[in-house]
């Protein structure tokens, strides 16, 4: 449970239907938000009577202006875009060196991984009220990282998650420039165990691995304890900031 008196009455989760989002959505609904918009390409909701299904397509910003303007009326207190990709559809993994890469798995990455999340936070933050406190988070990576990258690879999911870890950045700059207390920010989950990190568990330390329910816990709790001064920064599921 998070903090006492920052727990959202209304909240919006892009991305409902993955391990993480599914989470997000039904513990923020068993522990009290009103409402939680549950948004996922087939439209389809979380376990939940306060749960609010919307559908969307991160390619297609038609969709996701839509799904804003329905909100309009009631801006959610939480936006958080639990989408992304790190295996393509047609099984193309990360990149292990610079030979593989392709300029159209590139392409399809970073629309999923970066364009996508900031037009939602184009058409998300244009609804925030400047009087009242808001939070809007992505899920980033500890590899989006620049400075703390020793080993290279995974050449299209870091830059993805490297950019957007900057448009977060200057999100911030710009909204808190009207918005003093609203809070822009990337969460890294950890390892969470999900059809994402599926195929890359098999070699992970014992302990590692994290099942969804407790990652959401774990990013709900840092989300309840940030304010406007941790604006613009990337934090970890143990609330510790990531290098830029």
């Known amino acids: 449970m998070t ?28 522990n009290g938000c009103e409402i939680v918009h549950a948004g996922s390409r087939c439209g389809e909701k979380p376990s939940g009577t306060n749960i609010r299904p919307f559908a969307f397509d991160l390619t297609e910003e038609a969709s996701i202006e839509a799904a804003a303007n329905a909100m309009r009326d009631d801006p959610p207190a939480w936006v958080i875009v639990a989408s992304g990709v790190l295996t393509l559809e047609d099984g193309t993994g990360p990149e292990r060196t610079y030979k593989r890469l392709d300029p159209r798995a590139m392409e399809r990455v970073l ?4 364009i996508g999340p900031a037009i939602i936070a184009k058409h998300m933050l244009a609804l925030m009220p400047r009087d009242r406190a808001f939070t809007f988070a992505a899920l980033s990576a500890r590899v989006g990282s620049i400075s703390d990258n020793g080993l290279g690879g995974w050449h299209s999911y870091r830059a993805s998650k490297a950019a957007l870890n900057m448009l977060l950045k200057n999100f911030a700059l710009e909204i808190g ?11 890294h989950p950890g390892t969470v165990d999900s059809a994402l990190s599926e195929p890359f568990q098999s070699n992970l330390p014992d302990g590692q691995l ?27 599921f143990a609330g510790a900031e990531v290098p830029a």
């Open 111 to 114: 629309a999923l991984n970066t």
């Open 177 to 187: 420039r009207t918005h003093k207390d609203g809070v822009v920010v990337g969460l």
């Open 210 to 236: 994290t099942e969804p329910d407790e990652a959401a816990e774990n990013l709900l709790g840092v989300l309840a304890g940030l304010d406007a001064d941790d604006s613009g920064k990337v934090f970890d």
């Open 3 to 30: 903090e006492a008196g920052k727990w959202p009455r209304t909240a919006a989760v892009f991305g409902s239907t993955g391990g993480i989002g599914t989470a997000l959505c039904e513990r923020l609904a068993a």
